[in-house]
């Protein structure tokens, strides 16, 4: 089920005395329906923001359930950010995608033709999750707007691959596998980058399978800044294979204590700074086709810190993004 989000849904701080130099993101977003025909912006560079209201993945693969609360968590954090894009710059709410009845495959599958929508038309997308199983719901949008002969890449910050079999049925834990045996089905290479892999949290059948589909992964203790070159130059190998990227963010690949609000805490976890330096890396690229952020759970947050950081690495992206 899709839902447009209600004018007056962004509030913050409002600067009267200061007028347009004062102006913060919940004066400057704009509403978009996607139930209407959706036409490219009317602008150079146009952002949007999609929500995945779901965590019936996390459910299903018996992790903690709140995530669900994850698009409204995020745009309440996002709200008195200081608008700084240049006036030839739009960013845009496109509203919610909602996983009613348990029926995540639906969901799924109205999430992809939202973000088809979006990409069509020439948005940079970002959709807000929700959990990890918004992946393969982005991906199905994806796949529709990728141009004939062009390979995706797949860059996946998390403490988990996510690569888990979903014969029985799909969840949290599987989108991975999911993307690869559909691109597989239709003779596509399946590129994927894991950034903050937690060998305790990834069982021996996980990283058998993730080498069996050729996936590279960066464990977490070396996800530092003083490595940050070495991790720079696979990067850079991983992004010259490829023509697109979608990237897709986890919360739980942060340390507990700067993401406590996830299903999955990792008390070893990285640090955000490396994030946000490989984040730039990849805008930088001009690849960037598209991105999400999962996995925060408001239930869980303390002092709404874990929504705090997604926002705030958000607000990094769309700041950088709306340059390239």
Not at 53 to 80: F, I, K, T, W
Not at 216 to 241: G, H, I
Not at 284 to 313: C, H, Q, W
Request: with cysteine; net charge negative; charged share 20%.
């Amino acid at each position: 089920m899709y839902k447009p989000t209600a004018p007056g849904t962004w509030k913050g701080r409002v600067d009267a005395l200061d007028g347009e130099e004062g102006k913060r993101w919940h004066q400057g977003i704009k509403l978009l329906n996607l139930t209407d025909d959706t036409q490219p912006a009317d602008a150079t560079q146009a952002i949007a923001m999609l929500g995945f209201c779901c965590d019936e993945g996390v459910r299903r693969n018996q992790g903690r359930e709140g995530a669900v609360e994850g698009p409204s968590a995020l745009r309440q954090a996002m709200a008195s950010f200081a608008w700084h894009l240049d006036e030839d710059v739009m960013l845009f709410d496109a509203g919610d995608v909602f996983c009613t009845n348990q029926n995540l495959e639906e969901a799924q599958k109205q999430l992809g033709k939202k973000v088809h929508a979006l990409l069509a038309n020439t948005y940079k997308t970002i959709v807000l999750g929700g959990g990890h199983e918004t992946a393969y719901g982005h991906f199905l949008g994806i796949k529709q707007a990728l141009p004939e002969g062009q390979q995706l890449g797949i860059i996946n910050f998390d403490a988990h691959f996510d690569l888990r079999s979903y014969e029985k049925q799909a969840s949290s834990g599987t989108p991975f596998l999911q993307i690869a045996d559909d691109l597989a089905a239709e003779n596509i290479d399946f590129n994927y980058l894991c950034l903050g892999i937690q060998q305790s949290g990834n069982t021996q059948k996980l990283f058998n399978t993730a080498e069996s589909y050729g996936t590279d992964y960066v464990f977490a203790p070396a996800m530092q800044v003083y490595n940050f070159q070495n991790l720079q130059e696979k990067l850079q190998r991983f992004m010259a294979l490829v023509d697109v990227l979608y990237v897709t963010i986890d919360m739980d690949v942060f340390a507990a204590a700067y993401a406590p609000g996830v299903s999955a805490p990792a008390a070893l976890g990285v640090n955000p700074e490396i994030v946000l330096l490989l984040l730039q890396e990849i805008i930088n690229s001009g690849k960037l086709l598209t991105l999400d952020i999962v996995e925060l759970n408001p239930k869980l947050d303390v002092d709404n810190r874990t929504a705090k950081l997604g926002a705030s690495l958000l607000y990094h992206v769309v700041q950088q993004w709306s340059q390239v």
